[in-house]
C-alpha cells in the first residue's frame, strides 16, 4: 500500500490495529466448501447468489448488534444467502474468529472470513472456506498472500476497488474478485464503483458486487452490470437493530450476543431481508 494515501481515520486505526494483532498457532489446512458451485446453485434455483454478512457493527454502523451470529446466520441460510461472510475482526467491527467457528458450525453453505490480513500467520487463525484479501493494503504482499492461502486449502477473494487494482489481483492469480464499493479512503459508498470496473475483468473470473446494495434495484443493478454475486451486509442486518454507544466504536466490554426470545422479530426480518434480495 501506498503509506502516503488519504485513508478514513477508522481504516488507518483498522490498518494499525491489523499489524498488531498477531497470527495463530497451528498451521490451518481447510477442506472447503466450494463458493463457485455454491453460487451455482443458487442461479440454478432462480435465486441471485448473495454473500450475507453477519456484522455486528463497522465504522458506518451506529451501535452494536447484540443478535446471536449463529441464529443471524441460520435466518440469512433460510432466507436463501448462497453464501456467509462473517466478521472476525474484533475492534471495529465486533467480529471474532470464535463467532467464525461457531456459525461455520451450524450451517452448511461457504463462510467466508472477513478480516484485514496483513501476514501469512494471521491465516492461520481460524478454519473458513474463503479468506478475504485486500489489494489496496497488500501491494507486492498480494500475490504471496494469495498463494499462502491457498496452500492451507482456502479459496480467496480479492478485493478491489479501482481498475489498476484488478490489473494487480489478476496478475496475481485472482479467480474471484470482489469490487467494493465503498471508497475505504473515504467510506464513501458508490454503486458506480462495480459499472466501472467490472467491464475489464475477464468472463472466466468469479465477480461479486462487495457493498452499498440496499434494495432489490440495487441488487438488479449490480446484476445487469455483470455481479455474478453480490456481498451485502447493512441491508440484510437492518431488522437486528444496534444498540447505541458513545464513543464510535465497538465496545470493549460489551456483554456476550443474546440468543433470548426478544429477538425473535430480529431474526424473521433478517430472514425477510435476505428473501427479498434474492428474490429480487
Ligand atoms: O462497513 C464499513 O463501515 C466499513 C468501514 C471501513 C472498512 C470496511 C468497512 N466494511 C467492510 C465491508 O466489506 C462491508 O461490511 C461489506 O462489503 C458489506 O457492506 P454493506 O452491505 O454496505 O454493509
Do not use: C
Not at 472447503?32 to 443458487?42: G, H, I, Q, V
Not at 467480529?95 to 484485514?116: C, H, I, Q, W, Y
Not at 496475481?172 to 475505504?184: C, P
Not at 467490472?198 to 440496499?214: F, R, W
Amino acid at each position: 500500500m501506498n503509506e502516503s494515501e488519504q485513508l478514513a481515520p477508522a481504516v488507518r486505526s483498522i490498518l494499525e490495529t491489523a499489524r498488531e494483532r498477531g497470527g495463530g498457532g497451528e498451521r490451518v489446512s481447510v477442506d472447503p466448501r466450494s463458493l463457485t458451485d455454491a453460487f451455482a446453485a443458487a442461479e440454478a434455483d432462480g435465486r441471485i447468489p448473495v454473500v450475507a454478512e453477519v456484522k455486528p457493527t463497522s465504522p458506518t454502523t451506529e451501535g452494536t448488534r447484540r443478535a446471536d451470529p449463529v441464529r443471524l446466520a441460520e435466518a440469512m441460510v433460510d432466507g436463501g444467502a448462497a453464501a456467509l461472510s462473517v466478521l472476525t475482526e474484533p475492534e471495529h467491527f465486533g467480529g471474532s474468529p470464535e463467532t467464525l467457528r461457531r456459525v461455520r458450525a451450524a450451517v452448511d453453505v461457504p463462510v467466508l472470513r472477513k478480516d484485514f490480513l496483513l501476514r501469512e500467520a494471521q491465516l492461520d487463525t481460524v478454519e473458513a472456506d474463503v479468506v478475504l484479501l485486500i489489494a489496496r493494503f497488500l501491494g507486492d504482499d498480494l500475490e504471496p498472500m494469495l498463494e499462502a492461502a491457498r496452500e492451507r486449502g482456502f479459496q480467496v477473494l480479492v478485493e478491489v476497488h479501482t481498475v489498476e487494482e484488478l490489473e494487480r489481483a489478476l496478475d496475481a492469480g485472482a479467480d474471484v474478485v470482489g469490487v467494493n464499493n465503498r471508497d475505504l479512503a473515504k467510506l464513501e459508498v458508490d454503486l458506480e464503483t462495480f459499472e466501472r470496473v467490472a467491464p475489464h475483468a475477464p468472463d472466466d473470473v468469479t465477480l461479486l458486487a462487495e457493498s452499498g446494495v440496499s434494495s432489490p434495484a440495487d441488487a438488479r443493478r449490480m446484476r445487469e452490470a455483470g455481479a455474478d454475486a453480490l456481498l451485502v451486509g447493512s441491508a440484510i442486518m437492518a431488522g437486528a437493530e444496534p444498540e447505541p454507544r458513545s464513543d464510535g466504536r465497538a465496545s470493549d466490554e460489551r456483554s456476550e450476543p443474546r440468543a433470548d426470545e426478544d429477538d425473535t422479530d430480529a431474526y424473521e426480518t433478517v430472514r425477510e431481508n435476505t428473501r427479498e434480495l434474492v428474490n429480487a
